[in-house]
């Protein structure tokens, strides 16, 4: 069984519109409204990939229903801890003409320390029966940068694998508990190590920079460009197939869904690296915050080039 904690999930709402403009009054063309959230998010995925999952985290409000009602409708599994207030809203505006994604992010509502204490007890018991556990996201006000190196912490003292996808402090300090597998995309890794990430060049020293701080395996998701996985000596690029984008949100999650999957099934290097852009590279096909099914991502796994650095 593979967790996915969710501290800040999210409604995300997806509306299209045509030459979006700044400070003008603009016409949405469609909207999609669906669970969000990066946790949640890696759950749908390992649903489409076969995985026994739980989703956890906290909910409130008419959303936290929405989100826990959508997830009951896809068979995934929850154990979220639900409070007063409410779950916020994400805003994505896609222009299909400039191909632009824009997004407004909720901070999220607020957590009391007597729920993050319950939510510690709670990632011990499913720690407990886990094999892998995935942290993901931005923490919602209350909850200090501490907070996932200290379920890191937990889940690590249970024998449980885990997975670290944040950014800013909670990922700078979350490292410092030897998460196994760290996602960050190019602008976390800029923010991170406060350099620029533009030639293969500063990939590969960003990879190895990331590995020495205390993680076992770094993937550094880089959009149409494709990631580098690296793991001990190796480092392995690749690169996506061409698509027509739907909406790229999820994309990174699906690619953190993929290496959980290949974590619980012992998958090499190569074939996590593969699947994972398979799996986020079918996301990107689809619009809102939607994902790709299983048929897709087996169209795209054998078009996704791989290529071993030395
Ligand atoms: N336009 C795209 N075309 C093909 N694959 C994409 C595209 N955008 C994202 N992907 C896939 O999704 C992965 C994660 O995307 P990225 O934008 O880097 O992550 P995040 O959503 O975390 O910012 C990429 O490594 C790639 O495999
Ligand atoms: O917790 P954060 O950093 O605000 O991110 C939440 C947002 O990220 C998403 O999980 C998408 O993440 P990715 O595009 O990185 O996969 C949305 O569903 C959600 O609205």
């Given amino acids: 069984m593979i967790a996915t904690v969710t501290l800040n999930p999210a409604l995300d709402k997806t509306v299209i519109v045509p030459h979006f403009a700044v400070g003008k009054t603009n016409r949405v063309q469609v909207k999609y409204v669906d669970p969000g959230g990066k946790g949640i998010n890696v759950a749908k995925v390992l649903k489409q990939l076969g995985s026994p999952v739980i989703a956890t985290g906290f909910l409130a409000g008419n959303n936290g229903r929405y989100i826990s009602e959508a997830l009951a409708s896809r068979d995934i599994l929850t154990d979220f801890v639900y409070l007063t207030g409410e779950t916020r809203v994400n ?8 191909g632009m994604e824009t997004e407004i992010n909720e ?98 020293d960003a990879a190895r920079r990331l590995l020495a701080m205390g993680t076992g395996t770094v993937v550094i998701s880089l959009g149409a460009a494709g990631a580098l996985a690296a793991s001990g000596d190796r480092m392995i690029r690749a690169r996506p197939p061409s698509i027509k984008t739907g909406s790229t949100v999820g994309a990174g999650d699906s690619m953190v869904a993929a290496f959980a999957y290949a ?40 078009q996704v080039e791989l290529e071993e650095l030395h």
């Avoid at 805003?91 to 400039?98: A, F, N, Y």
């Avoid at 694998?161 to 300090?173: H, N, R, V």
């Fill in 91 to 98: 805003l994505k505006i896609i222009d299909p003409v400039s």
């Fill in 107 to 204: 901070p999220g509502f607020l957590i009391a320390d007597e729920h993050l204490k319950q939510f510690k007890q709670k990632t011990r018991e499913l720690a407990e029966r886990c094999s892998v556990m995935v942290f993901s996201g931005s923490l919602p006000p209350g909850v200090p940068p501490d907070t996932y190196a200290a379920l890191i912490r937990i889940a690590k003292g249970c024998g449980t694998k885990t997975i670290l996808d944040t950014s800013g402090e909670a990922l700078e300090i979350g490292l410092g508990a030897g998460p196994d597998l760290i996602k960050p995309n190019r602008a976390e890794v800029q923010e991170l190590l406060q350099i620029r990430v533009e030639k293969e060049k500063d990939l590969i």
């Fill in 263 to 302: 974590m619980m099934k012992n998958l090499s290097l190569g074939e996590a690296l593969r699947l994972a852009t398979a799996a986020s590279t079918a996301t990107a096909t689809v619009d809102g915050s939607g994902v790709g099914d299983f048929q897709l991502i087996q169209e795209f796994l054998p």
